[in-house]
Nanobody, 113 residues
């Protein structure tokens, strides 16, 4: 399975970005899809996750601002990020979990104040 992320970039505080994660290869039996992020000098943290049933979960700092979704027909996951803050600056990684786990290569999100 390969994961290709896109949609990162530089945005001013209060702006929006939409990240995409396209999965190719054998994508059967994927249970969980998630977005993680890692800021410089910090540990990688879970930002949002979505299960096969569509149940979602978010880290408190992004609740009400970020929305995770998935299009199973396209094997693609999205992260809509609104009202971005400088503290959202990080490399964002997509992650899928089934019999095995896979990570994307990461996409940089930079929010200027």
């Amino acid at each position: 399975v390969q994961l290709v992320e896109s949609g990162g970039g530089l945005v001013q505080a209060g702006g929006s970005l939409r990240l995409s994660c396209a999965a190719s290869g054998t994508t059967f039996n994927i249970n969980k899809m998630a977005w993680y992020r890692q800021a410089p000098g910090k540990q990688r943290e879970l930002v949002a996750q979505i299960t096969n049933s569509g149940r979602t979960n978010y880290v408190n700092s992004v609740k009400g601002r970020f929305g995770i979704s998935r299009d199973n027909a396209k094997n693609t996951m999205y992260l809509q990020m609104n009202n971005l803050k400088p503290e959202d600056t990080a490399v964002y990684y997509c992650y899928i979990e089934g019999p095995l786990a896979y990570w994307g290569q990461g996409t940089q999100v930079t929010v200027s104040s």
